[in-house]
């Protein structure tokens, strides 16, 4: 038993010296794609992807970002520092409402993005799940709590990123989420030019 236990302590070493690591995880989803899809057609459906990613993926590296998995119509995407996430979320937005000026209301991108930040298991070398851990579990439940057109974060990330005169937000609310004893605390990102002006002051809970 001395072994075997002086074995995982070792082994619970390498794996947070060397798999561990500091990130900020985004999840992307477009709105309303399934009943899209089940109105316009798999080929429109698809061809809606194909211009989703063209306008998505190249911000997402633009701001240091990488994709990690792309599942349907979701997008997971994770950043070595906060700040970018948050401002690849924002160009992310207004990129697809610059798009949608051009198209029918029908054909118009809609996404709603959750992040969170803080310690993930990396591992380079997997072909699949290379990203995985509480924090990408998170970030994908708070995007499930936006709506459309909506970039919400959560605590952890908001103490990071409000010293930023970048990045405007307001306290959203507190959520129950599966597996969390305590409510948690969501941030929503003012990105259009008409919530900045209707909010001079952003109202933000006090931590």
Same mark, same amino acid.
């Given at each position: 038993?001395?072994?075997?236990?002086?074995?995982?302590?070792?082994?619970?070493?390498?794996?947070?010296?060397?798999?561990?690591k500091?990130?900020?995880?985004?999840?992307?989803?477009?709105?309303?794609?399934?009943?899209?899809?089940?109105?316009?057609?798999?080929?429109?459906?698809?061809?809606?992807?194909i211009?989703?990613?063209?306008?998505?993926?190249?911000?997402?590296?633009?701001h240091?970002?990488?994709?990690?998995?792309?599942?349907?119509?979701?997008?997971?995407?994770?950043?070595?520092?906060?700040?970018?996430?948050?401002?690849?979320?924002?160009a992310?937005?207004?990129?697809?409402?610059?798009?949608?000026?051009?198209?029918?209301?029908?054909?118009?991108?809609?996404?709603?993005?959750?992040?969170h930040?803080?310690?993930?298991?990396?591992?380079?070398?997997?072909?699949?799940?290379?990203?995985?851990?509480?924090?990408a579990?998170?970030?994908?439940?708070?995007?499930?709590q936006a709506?459309?057109?909506?970039?919400?974060?959560?605590? +952890? *990330? !908001?103490?990071?990123?409000?010293? /930023?005169? %970048? =990045?405007?937000?307001?306290?959203?609310?507190? &959520? $129950?989420?599966?597996?969390?004893?305590?409510?948690? +605390? *969501? !941030?929503?990102?003012?990105?259009? /030019?008409? %919530? =900045?002006?209707?909010?001079e002051?952003?109202? &933000? $809970?006090?931590?």
């Amino acid at each position: 038993i001395e072994k075997i236990l002086l074995e995982r302590e070792r082994l619970d070493k390498v794996l947070q010296d060397e798999y561990k690591k500091e990130a900020t995880i985004l999840f992307s989803d477009i709105c309303g794609y399934s009943r899209y899809v089940d109105k316009m057609g798999d080929i429109s459906g698809r061809t809606l992807l194909i211009r989703h990613n063209q306008i998505v993926m190249p911000l997402v590296e633009a701001h240091n970002g990488r994709v990690v998995e792309v599942i349907g119509d979701a997008v997971m995407a994770a950043f070595n520092e906060p700040l970018n996430a948050v401002s690849a979320a924002v160009a992310m937005q207004k990129g697809l409402a610059a798009h949608n000026i051009d198209e029918a209301n029908a054909d118009s991108i809609h996404v709603k993005i959750g992040i969170h930040s803080g310690e993930v298991l990396v591992d380079e070398q997997a072909t699949f799940q290379s990203l995985t851990g509480d924090v990408a579990i998170v970030a994908h439940r708070i995007q499930s709590q936006a709506e459309k057109d909506q970039i919400l974060i959560s605590k +952890d *990330l !908001y103490k990071k990123v409000c010293g /930023d005169a %970048e =990045i405007l937000c307001r306290f959203h609310g507190s &959520v $129950r989420m599966k597996g969390k004893a305590e409510p948690q +605390d *969501l !941030y929503r990102i003012l990105w259009r /030019d008409e %919530e =900045i002006i209707s909010e001079e002051t952003p109202q &933000v $809970r006090v931590l």
